[in-house]
């Protein structure tokens, strides 16, 4: 199907460009002319053609045209010279033309060069526009300015694209699962189901039952696995290093051939969920050897989020933004952090990464209101923050049961938030009932 396009001829009108213009506009396509290149820099800059055909008169300053361009339209070059040789073409296609073609071919060659490049001024607005949503979103869920978080966005957005199996590693703490959700918001996958399952401490049974469902059998109705019920989006499996063997195979085999199995079925059933993993890069061999593994048997692209300390410049600005958040959360008066508060932040190992950073940004604003009451606003449960004798215990204890408050009572995303192990939060609540 032909598309019509908004089609620019630059250059001297010249018998064989008025031919061409006549053809065009025969084809239905919008044809207009200049003859300075000063005025077609003007025109592309603008996003005022789709094509733009060039005379040979006006090849000098494509390398300039070229570069007009705008952002989110780009144009498709066609170059149209006479007894056109190769070191003309090659000399045209360096400088960015799309086609090159002779002025002495017949209609017919002239139409297809122009339409060719017609489609591809499609696939660089269709990039542009996706590459401009994937930057907004990108910059706002992934913070930072520095090199190595461009690159992360980059990744993000090249894994956005493509339906092949992706691997997020990186240490504990970086966001891996921020990676993974934005993955998926920024495919063609984002209106249908993301389906998250952790494979850390999991029975290997009930998890392969979970993610393939089970057949019916005595008194037990058939059930639909994850897999199935993901059909059309994106399916996370977090830790995905502690996958058994079997489950692994099982799944590599799922993805690959776009069928699974219930347990205790013996047809194979149509998916279609995209596979992204998780795994925590902890610098052992044992580990390195195990990221390996699902790299190679999922045949999968990789995105390694990078630790904090390779990022240090973006500290500042992680700190306003979890700041703001925290604010808008709770209705608090936080003003930014000092240049001598600040400081001490860029130099700390923050072995935690960004959800170290958070925490801190958090505890921080809670010493604040201890210290600050009225000028901070609000309370925190468990503790009246206008005493000035209030305990690190006591302290502790607030923010604890203000973010298990803040998470709804949900015990593992509370620990997941302070950063301590689930276990550790368990005794403390029980310390806390003990003592009540």
């Not at 213009?21 to 200049?34: D, K, M, N, R």
């Not at 005022?48 to 498709?76: F, I, K, N, Y």
């Not at 049974?205 to 059930?223: H, K, T």
């Not at 990789?302 to 959360?329: G, N």
């Amino acid at each position: 199907m032909l598309t019509i396009a908004r089609v620019l001829l630059a250059g001297e009108a010249e018998p064989s460009l008025l031919a061409l213009q006549h053809v065009l506009e025969s084809a239905g396509h919008a044809v207009s002319h200049t003859t300075t290149s000063a005025d077609a820099a003007r025109r592309i800059g603008a996003g005022d053609a789709d094509v733009v055909v060039l005379a040979h008169d006006v090849l000098p300053a494509l390398d300039r045209l070229v570069e007009a361009q705008c952002g989110t339209a780009p144009a498709s070059f066609v170059v149209v010279g006479r007894g056109v040789s190769a070191a003309f073409a090659r000399e045209a296609l360096r400088a960015g033309a799309t086609e090159v073609v002779d002025a002495g071919a017949d209609e017919h060659a002239l139409l297809v060069a122009v339409e060719r490049a017609v489609r591809d001024a499609q696939v660089k607005r269709e990039l542009a526009m996706l590459r401009a949503r994937i930057g907004d979103s990108a910059r706002e869920a992934l913070i930072g300015r520095s090199a190595a978080m461009t690159h992360l966005r980059d990744l993000v957005g090249r894994a956005a694209a493509s339906r092949a199996p992706l691997v997020v590693t990186g240490e504990a703490g970086t966001g891996k699962d921020v990676v993974a959700r934005l993955v998926h918001d920024l495919s063609e996958r984002a209106a249908r189901p993301l389906v998250t399952v952790r494979c850390a401490g999991a029975d290997p049974e009930s998890l392969e039952r979970e993610l393939f469902g089970r057949a019916a059998g005595e008194g037990v109705p058939a059930r639909a696995g994850l897999l199935e019920a993901a059909r059309g989006g994106t399916i996370v499996l977090e830790d995905a290093s502690a996958l058994p063997a079997s489950l692994r195979a099982q799944m590599a085999r799922a993805s690959a051939t776009r069928t699974s199995r219930r347990v205790g079925a013996a047809d194979a059933i149509s998916i279609d969920a995209r596979l992204v993993l998780t795994a925590r890069v902890s610098g052992t061999e044992s580990d390195a050897a195990s990221i390996e593994d699902l790299i190679a048997r999922f045949n999968a692209l990789v995105i390694d989020v990078p630790p904090l300390r390779e990022r240090r410049s973006d500290i500042p600005q992680l700190v306003q933004h979890f700041r703001q958040r925290l604010a808008a959360e709770q209705g608090l008066d936080l003003a930014p952090l000092s240049p001598d508060e600040m400081l001490p932040l860029l130099g700390r190992e923050w072995t935690g990464n960004v959800r170290e950073l958070e925490h801190w940004v958090e505890r921080s604003a809670l010493v604040a209101r201890a210290e600050h009451p009225r000028a901070s606003g609000g309370a925190i449960p468990g503790i009246d923050l206008s005493s000035a004798q209030a305990t690190l215990e006591q302290l502790e204890r607030a923010y604890i049961m203000h973010v298990l408050a803040l998470e709804s009572g949900h015990q593992s995303r509370t620990a997941l938030r302070l950063g301590i192990d689930r276990r550790t939060l368990y005794r403390k609540l029980k310390e806390y009932r003990r003592a009540h």
